[in-house]
């Protein structure tokens, strides 16, 4: 299992307790590489490596999205809490049927999320939009696909939604994805395979001293599988630098729960470390 950690200037990887930083390291290579675990581990038998102490790569340090060229993209409703959720934010607009039927459907919802560029990292702020009363987080284990549509990574997502513009018309839907400080991703890239049907991803969001919202759920509840749903990705598409997939929610605060200017949202998803934001 390596981690990369994307910083101002340059990588850091990580190899259980070797940590170097390197040059010449390229996520965009990376992506493309028919044998992503091959092309890391030559930079751990290159002579031009750094080795840097443990207490470098830290909850503290403040990483970039360990992302170039990839879009990011995201599957919706593939949870039953998502579902649930979804319907009961559409209800007025009678737009809760398409949910019911998107759930049960052959093919996933898939949308596109954001750019490399606008991706925020750990400990970076995301935004919630002024013309939408009513906003939450999305943690969501993310999938890094290479060029060829190949799993071979995970990291932490925050698809930041407004659920009141969706709500109001499924239509607005990227109005309600995609817009400024909407999407974060970190704090690091996991090549190896580390998940399993108990891995549990869990959220704590808090305002001031107080935590005001915190769940969890387990990859277990994920009604479709990680290659079904990269499959559909990359059906009649492609991704010349590869590309992130979030794999949908499991957890969504109740109706009468909002985010607010300051409040910081921590998600951990077991065997990759917690992404840490907050709303500016």
């Not at 028919?34 to 490596?49: C, E, G, K, R, V």
Request: proline share 5%; aromatic share 10%; net charge negative.
């Amino acid at each position: 299992m390596i981690k990369i950690y994307r910083d101002q200037d340059d990588y850091v990887l990580q190899n259980f307790n070797r940590i170097i930083r390197v040059q010449g390291f390229s996520l965009d290579a990376l992506f493309k590489a028919n044998n992503p675990a091959d092309y890391l581990t030559s930079f751990f038998d290159s002579t031009d490596s750094e080795p840097i102490k443990q207490k470098s790569v830290c909850e503290r340090h403040p990483w970039q999205a360990p992302v170039e060229n990839q879009e990011i993209w995201a599957a919706g409703v593939t949870y039953m809490r998502s579902k649930s959720a979804r319907m009961e934010e559409s209800e007025q607009s009678g737009g809760d049927h398409f949910y019911d039927l998107v759930y049960e459907a052959e093919r996933p919802e898939l949308f596109f999320k954001s750019t490399g560029s606008r991706a925020r990292g750990h400990l970076a702020p995301v935004c919630i939009r002024k013309d939408s009363a009513w906003n939450v987080p999305e943690p969501e284990l993310t999938l890094a696909i290479n060029s060829a549509g190949q799993i071979f990574g995970y990291t932490i997502g925050n698809d930041m939604s407004s659920r009141s513009i969706e709500g109001e018309n499924p239509l607005y839907l990227p109005q309600a994805k995609i817009y400024q400080g909407s999407c974060a991703i970190g704090p690091c890239l996991v090549v190896g395979n580390v998940l399993t049907p108990d891995t549990k991803i869990s959220i704590m969001i808090s305002r001031l001293a107080d935590v005001v919202f915190q769940g969890d759920t387990s990859v277990s509840q994920l009604k479709r599988t990680f290659h079904e749903l990269a499959d559909y990705l990359f059906r009649e598409n492609e991704f010349p630098c590869g590309a992130y997939l979030m794999t949908g929610t499991g957890i969504v605060p109740d109706s009468g729960f909002t985010l607010q200017s300051g409040d910081r949202i921590q998600i951990q998803i077991e065997g990759l470390g917690v992404l840490e934001n907050e709303v500016e």
